[in-house]
Nanobody
Framework: QVQLVESGGGLAQAGGSLRLSCAASGRTFNTYAMGWFRQAPGKEREFVATISWSGGNTYYVDSVRGRFTISRNSAKNTVYLQMNSLKPEDTAVYHC???????????????????WGQGTQVTVSS
């Protein structure tokens, strides 16, 4: 079992930056992949980024590639999402999630993830 707690959300202006953190506890951190998803009002939950347990493999949705960076720190049991060049369309509740699938891989499908955090609100003003 894993507990996930997000932090770092808030209000930013377009073009600005925020860094989200997701602190994990429970199962050994470097044995599972992590992902970030977001859900805007009235829209379905959307994949944003994912990182394998080793940190060696990452993948991003096209709309954030080159602006967002996912990383993980095993010493702190934390995964990060650095968000630069923010746009109003990035406004959403951001959730981190843990994927227990074997192997040093990752998934873009929310159905592959086993545990979810409560989410943190990101609002980008124009």
């Amino acid at each position: 079992q894993v507990q996930l707690v997000e932090s770092g959300g808030g209000l930013a202006q377009a073009g600005g930056s925020l860094r989200l953190s997701c602190a994990a506890s429970g199962r050994t951190f470097n044995t599972y992949a992590m992902g970030w998803f977001r859900q805007a009002p009235g829209k379905e939950r959307e994949f944003v980024a994912t990182i394998s347990w080793s940190g060696g493999n990452t993948y991003y949705v096209d709309s954030v590639r080159g602006r967002f960076t996912i990383s993980r720190n095993s010493a702190k049991n934390t995964v990060y999402l650095q968000m630069n060049s923010l746009k109003p369309e990035d406004t959403a509740v951001y959730h981190c999630a843990a994927d227990f699938a074997p192997g040093d891989t990752y998934s873009r499908s929310e159905y592959e993830y086993n545990y979810w955090g409560q989410g943190t609100q990101v609002t980008v003003s124009s």
